[in-house]
Antibody, heavy 122, light 110 residues
Framework: EVQLVESGGGVARPGGSLRLSCSASGFTFDDYGMSWVRQAPGKGLEWVSGINWNGGSTGYADSVKGRFTISRDNAKNSLYLQINSLRAEDTALYYC???????????????WGQGTLVTVSS | QSALTQPASVSGSPGQSITISCTGTSSDVGSYNLVSWYQQHPGKAPKLMIYEGSKRPSGISNRFSGSKSGNTASLTISGLQAEDEADYYCCSYAGSSTLVFGGGTNLTVL
């Protein structure tokens, strides 16, 4: 059974940093691209970032480019999102999602975690 | 990276069919056969319903179908059931290794 479990969310101050993690199981992690998708309270889904199977190719939404960094450790079956220079508008539930084989953009997000909540507040 | 355009809400009675549109541009929906649709119930994670415009993952009812014409993709749900009441989101590849979601559509089953 495919499982994705996010962690690392919490309350942080504007300008601060957080590192989100996603632990994957039930599939061959290094065969798949992965993405982070966020959802602000009461709002819609927003794709944030994606990474290919070996970390050699990444993509970011314009709203986070230069502040967020996606990475993965295939030996640990884990996906990460380093969030710097936090803003109030980064407050959201952050989901980890499995993408297609090898890249992260040529197919759907077929499995999702339950999300980890990031709250940016002074 | 502008969000794809979806109607904020649609409604239908049990047994009826509804269609949700998802309008993009020639840079995203119109250029690639990479539109997917997701269902999200309150407090739950999104669930993949349609991919590559019209394909259903294993286990998804054939009451759900997808199509595309030009820059607009559509999700049709036939034989509406109470459990179909949820938010629905489209998503497309937008070029340059980016994805873009629609704003979401709230479906009410009357």
């Amino acid at each position: 059974e495919v499982q994705l479990v996010e962690s690392g969310g919490g309350v942080a101050r504007p300008g601060g940093s957080l590192r989100l993690s996603c632990s994957a199981s039930g599939f061959t992690f290094d065969d798949y691209g992965m993405s982070w998708v966020r959802q602000a309270p009461g709002k819609g889904l927003e794709w944030v970032s994606g990474i290919n199977w070996n970390g050699g190719s990444t993509g970011y939404a314009d709203s986070v480019k230069g502040r967020f960094t996606i990475s993965r450790d295939n030996a640990k079956n884990s996906l990460y999102l380093q969030i710097n220079s936090l803003r109030a508008e980064d407050t959201a539930l952050y989901y980890c999602a499995r993408g297609p084989h090898y890249d992260f953009w040529s197919g759907p997000l077929d499995y999702w975690g339950q999300g980890t909540l990031v709250t940016v507040s002074s | 990276q502008s969000a794809l355009t979806q109607p904020a809400s649609v409604s239908g009675s049990p047994g009826q069919s509804i269609t949700i549109s998802c309008t993009g541009t020639s840079s995203d929906v119109g250029s690639y056969n990479l539109v997917s649709w997701y269902q999200q119930h309150p407090g739950k994670a999104p669930k993949l319903m349609i991919y590559e415009g019209s394909k259903r993952p294993s286990g998804i009812s054939n009451r759900f179908s997808g199509s595309k014409s030009g820059n607009t993709a559509s999700l049709t749900i036939s034989g509406l059931q109470a459990e179909d009441e949820a938010d629905y989101y489209c998503c497309s590849y937008a070029g340059s290794s980016t994805l873009v979601f629609g704003g979401g559509t709230n479906l009410t089953v009357l």
